[in-house]
């Protein structure tokens, strides 16, 4: 009998903060997509590609779901539901530390997601991530019966992402559950961003792991030349920081430049390990009142693709 192959689409979903990138970039052994502390880190969909054997999983990392307003707020609301739409496989993942701790907001949070996946008739994993922070698991109980309540189908599958603790394990398990198709995408490709994307979102991490508060949300980063130099040379890459108020300026530059440089050379290293070659990095910082509203701007920095 002919082996059959498996491909499908595994919608990554679940509010700010849970680890649904930290859980992507450790399922595919590879950073694809942005990590830091403060809620609301992803901004748009996310493609990692894991081909194993016969089988390929194309995993969607969205946005955290939150109610929040404005033009940036609904064009990540809009990538959440789309994903939602398109994907064959859902893995909502929550962070299993802050439910245990406060069950009364599992609802309150999940609200919209418990009603559009009440009559859903795909696979659904939910993982319950960080179970690192837990050294008596059996405190995590109360809420996997509350989870099952409210998701009767749903498997239940705790985990870290951060401690890569029972990666192995979801990985087959999601791997199990593709339809049959053929591969969409080449054996070795690992992601759909281009790499001026991946350099931009590098910068950005950079951005929000160094200002405080609500600076980062106001922060865009557009790449503006690239300059690959002869062989053997580095690239030249130009970059620019917008950001919403002209007020932030002077926080992204810091005192005598210093933020700046840190965020730089910190993004500088990481860039060139990306690709594998010097890089001289240059960024500018400029202010653009209101970008989060501006959907041709949006579209420009590839926030927005459809409509708005
Ligand atoms: N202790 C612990 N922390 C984790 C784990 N997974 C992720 N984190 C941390 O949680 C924070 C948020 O991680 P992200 O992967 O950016 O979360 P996200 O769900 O993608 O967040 P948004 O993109 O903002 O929606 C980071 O500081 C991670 O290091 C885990 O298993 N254990
Ligand atoms: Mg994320």
Same mark, same amino acid.
């Given at each position: ?28 052994? %590879?950073?694809?997509?942005? &990590? ?31 109610? *929040? ?21 859902? $893995? ?5 530390? @802050?439910?245990?701790?406060? %069950? ?19 696979? !659904? ?7 690192? @922070?837990? =050294? ?8 996997? $019966? ?42 070795? *490709? ?7 994307? !991946? ?6 991490? #950079? ?7 609500? &600076? ?8 503006? =030349?690239?300059? /690959?130099? =002869? /062989? ?12 919403? #108020?002209?007020?932030?300026?002077? !926080? ?23 690709? /594998? %070659? ?19 701007? @949006? ?10």
């Amino acid at each position: 009998m002919d082996k059959q192959n498996h491909c499908g689409r595994v919608a990554l979903i679940g509010p700010p903060n849970a680890g649904k990138s930290t859980l992507l970039n450790a399922l595919l052994g %590879q950073k694809i997509t942005i &990590v830091t502390p403060k809620p609301q880190t992803t901004r748009n969909q996310i493609v990692g590609i894991l081909s194993e054997g016969d089988d390929q999983a194309i995993f969607l990392d969205t946005p955290g779901l939150t109610e *929040q307003h404005g033009r940036l707020s609904k064009t990540m609301t809009q990538a959440i539901w789309s994903t939602l739409r398109e994907a064959d496989i859902l $893995v909502l993942v929550i962070d299993g530390n @802050l439910y245990v701790r406060n %069950q009364e907001l599992l609802e309150t949070d999940l609200g919209p997601l418990i009603k559009a996946l009440s009559v859903d008739e795909r696979s !659904m994993v939910l993982v319950v991530n960080k179970i690192d @922070l837990f =050294a008596d698991k059996n405190l995590m109980l109360p809420l996997f $019966v509350k989870l099952n309540e409210i998701w009767p189908k749903a498997e239940i599958f705790p985990l870290s992402a951060l401690a890569k603790d029972g990666l192995d394990e979801l990985r087959k398990l999601i791997l199990k559950k593709l339809p049959v198709g053929e591969f969409e995408f080449p054996k070795d *490709q690992v992601s759909t961003q281009p790499v001026r994307f !991946m350099v931009a979102e590098i910068i950005r991490e #950079k951005l929000f792991l160094y200002l405080r508060q609500e &600076v980062p949300y106001g922060v865009a980063v557009d790449i503006e =030349a690239w300059d /690959e130099g =002869a /062989e053997g040379e580095q690239t030249i890459i130009h970059a620019l920081i917008y950001v919403a #108020k002209a007020a932030y300026k002077g !926080m992204i530059i810091g005192h005598g430049g210093a933020t700046l440089k840190k965020i730089g050379s910190e993004a500088r290293a990481e860039i060139q390990e990306l690709l /594998e %070659q010097k890089v001289h990095l240059e960024l500018w910082v400029k202010v653009r009142d209101h970008w989060t509203e501006d959907p041709a701007f @949006l579209r420009d920095i590839g926030l927005l693709t459809e409509g708005g």
